[in-house]
């Protein structure tokens, strides 16, 4: 079973407040990833990260930042939160080279702002 | 064209049918191939990784065609638990063969199986 935590599951919350998704795993891996997904729909890749210190904006335009001050942890901010914030939230994170490329998911936070 | 196409069903198929899904890839140098799998509201979790020419797992089998560019799932004897949305998911690498781990995912195929 993947190691990769995520927090919190549920997060309901009013327009304007700055929220924090948290994102860990134990499994030493360097690629860590967030994607986002509506009810029914396919999902979008709008961060990654290959390390440290590295950060990448994905193929889907978002307003949310992220950080990678450790290897195991990748924490996603909004700074103020909006009604079309409203989705899925799912981390993950795989290892490198050949073999080591299969992702491994977090449960997800599923985010609702009023 | 999006990089991953799959058809999205949905599928409805009874039990002990044999259904296959069929994925198209545009990017001629993807090197690694998976199927996932994702229940309503779950994450997605790896059912299979495609490498080479293909492989089997029980009653799934997962091919791969280079010359085509596509991917296919076959499910044989259907179960009720197989129902789930199947997605294909594939990395494309550089020429040097450095792997970006950058995973693109299709849209996904909705599998019903009913009684």
């Known amino acids: 079973e993947a190691d990769i935590y995520q927090t919190p599951r549920y997060l309901v919350i009013g327009t304007g407040k700055k929220i924090t998704l948290e994102c860990s795993q134990t499994?030493?891996?360097?690629?860590m990833y967030w994607y986002q997904q509506d009810p029914g729909m396919e999902l979008h890749l709008i961060h990654y990260s290959y390390g440290v210190n590295s950060t990448e904006k994905g193929d889907l335009s978002s307003e949310s930042t992220v950080s990678r001050i450790r290897t195991e942890h990748f924490p996603l901010t909004l700074e103020s939160a909006r009604p079309s914030h409203t989705s899925q939230y799912l981390c993950?994170?795989?290892?490198?080279?050949?073999?080591?490329?299969?992702?491994?998911f977090g449960s997800g936070t599923q985010l609702s702002v009023l | 064209r999006k990089e991953v196409e799959q058809d999205p069903g949905p599928f409805n198929v009874p039990e002990g049918a044999t259904v296959a899904f069929n994925c198209t890839y545009s990017n001629s140098a993807s090197q690694s191939f998976f199927w996932y799998r994702q229940d309503c509201r779950k994450e997605p979790k790896l059912l299979m990784s495609v490498y080479s020419s293909g492989n089997e797992d029980g009653r799934f089998t997962a091919q791969l065609n280079r010359a085509s560019q596509y991917i296919s799932l076959l499910i044989r004897d259907s179960k009720l638990s197989d129902s789930a949305t199947y997605l294909c998911v594939v990395n494309s690498e550089s020429a040097g063969g450095t792997s970006y781990g950058k995973l693109t995912f299709g849209q996904g195929t909705i599998l019903t199986v009913h009684p």
């Open positions: 499994m030493g891996h360097d690629k």
């Open positions: 993950a994170s795989s290892g490198t080279g050949w073999g080591n490329e299969k992702l491994f």
